[in-house]
């Protein structure tokens, strides 16, 4: 073996001993997932079957400004590319 | 005359999706409330639904327009690409990229990325839990074996790199997220994984980005360790992936 092979051997090797708690830290951010459990089922908060007030609200007068949380970014690239 | 039950389908799919369809409407009874009503609330119910299921694919997109916007972006996505298969949870692979052509959303340029990070994580969210390589699985090799190996990445791991700060971003979308401003200057290299509970992110070093690249085109764990630059500790790297549950199970 050549000596940077060994010495990533080493490396490696020395991984597999590393006590666990040392292994896997680091700002790990958790997405928990209640909120996507469910979602194959007919839509019933929203009661998008109920009465025919709320049906077929086609058209293109949908809110154009992003009105989320989007507000709170800034500096950077303001556009794309 | 009547239309033939195939033809009758074809213009309820195309109802659906399009126009009212006066050939349509003639076929159902308009007895109380007009027909072209009562079809309505099938295309109403339609978008809606995939709207509800996108949502909850891409909380984090929707946390930063809002849930007006995103309901807007949602119809012109549906409209333009319906499910080509019936799970929910596996509709939108494509919004991301939906969302980078999509005029309304050119001032916020970092959008589609975060796209790309829900859509990861929702992927991850679904992929099997098991099947995890762990440093115990390996102690049997003799040291001189482990750089030849070739490991790949348990289910449900993808690496996100963007211009932007995504972990920043996701942050500051959570509903919890204290109030303030959010530097959008630097990039983000995030590896997402499938958790025993959930899904989740950690971000990952530009050594640890070429080595976690290099295992994903198959290479060796030497291989994979030459691409990373000089200042890579090799050691802390493989111990963090095997410690994640970031690799596959040898078969």
Redesign the interface.
Known sequence: ?TTT?IA???????????P?A????????????V??AG??D??TA?S??AG?S?????N?A?????????D?????????? | MPLALRDLQAAFAAHLLGADRADLTAEVFGDTIPASARLRVYRHHVFESLGAALAATFPTVQALVGADFFRGLARAFVGQSPPDQPVLAEYGAGFPAFIAGHDAARELPYLADVGRLDWALNLAFHAPAGGRLAATDLAALSADRLPSLRLALAPGTALISSPYPLDRIWAASQPDAPAGTVDLDGGAHLLVLRRPDDAAFVALSAGEVAFVTGLADGLSLEEAACRADSGFNLSVAFARLLGLGALAASQ
Do not use: F, H
């Open positions: 073996m092979r990533i051997a080493s490396a490696l090797a020395a991984a597999l001993v590393l666990a040392a292994q896997a830290q680091g700002n790990m951010e958790k997405c928990y997932g909120a996507k979602k194959n007919c839509q929203t998008s079957c025919t709320k049906t077929d609200a086609q293109d949908w809110i154009s400004v992003p009105k989320g949380v989007c709170k970014l800034v500096g950077g690239k303001t556009t794309a590319g």
